[in-house]
């Protein structure tokens, strides 16, 4: 598997992948405003970086990288990479390919200067994704969970320190 920054020809495969992850998780449905944001990857990837992972030649995995300040964190702090939007095709579900996004995104973490920890928020309900974060060394930080404004959805945040 290759983890690559993304280039327009992926856009449309990154908006195939992660609008049937989302909608057939029941995370949102269809007409929800919160898919039209994660559909457009042309302005996701002009803000922030989009991420892909590629096996035999093909998209299997797309992921959303930010930083504090950026228009895309939503909770990234100085000295944090965040990511958001993980979406791993459902064909290649189960296969661990959302493993290695994450093990790829610490390995790249790891090399950005001035960059100490990753987080990441999760849905109260997203117990799979949870379990993955908690295997690789992600923790809770419990103080900094919060709620999408005007709905009842909490959000979890998980950190994982790069160095000890």
Same mark, same amino acid.
């Given at each position: ?35 039209? &944001?994660?559909?457009? &990857? ?30 895309? %964190? ?31 995104? &610490? ?14 928020? %999760? ?11 908690? %295997?690789?060394?992600? +923790? ?23 160095? +000890?």
């Amino acid at each position: 598997m290759q983890f690559r920054r993304a280039v327009p020809a992926d856009f449309p495969e990154v908006r195939r992948i992660t609008r049937e992850v989302y909608l057939r998780a029941g995370h949102f449905a269809a007409d929800h405003p919160n898919m039209s &944001v994660l559909e457009d &990857v042309e302005h996701r990837a002009e803000r922030a970086q989009v991420w892909v992972a590629e096996a035999a030649g093909q998209v299997v995995a797309a992921v959303t990288l930010t930083f504090d300040g950026q228009p895309y %964190s939503e909770i990234a702090r100085d000295g944090e990479l965040e990511f958001r939007m993980l979406a791993v095709d459902p064909a290649h579900q189960g296969g661990n390919v959302g493993r290695a996004v994450v093990r790829e995104i &610490v390995e790249h973490a790891r090399q950005l200067p001035g960059i100490e920890a990753i987080s990441i928020t %999760s849905a109260t309900f997203m117990e799979r994704a949870q379990r993955l974060y908690e %295997s690789l060394s992600f +923790c809770r930080a419990p103080e900094r969970d919060w709620y999408v404004p005007g709905e009842a959805v909490l959000l979890w945040v998980l950190r994982r320190q790069l160095h +000890c």
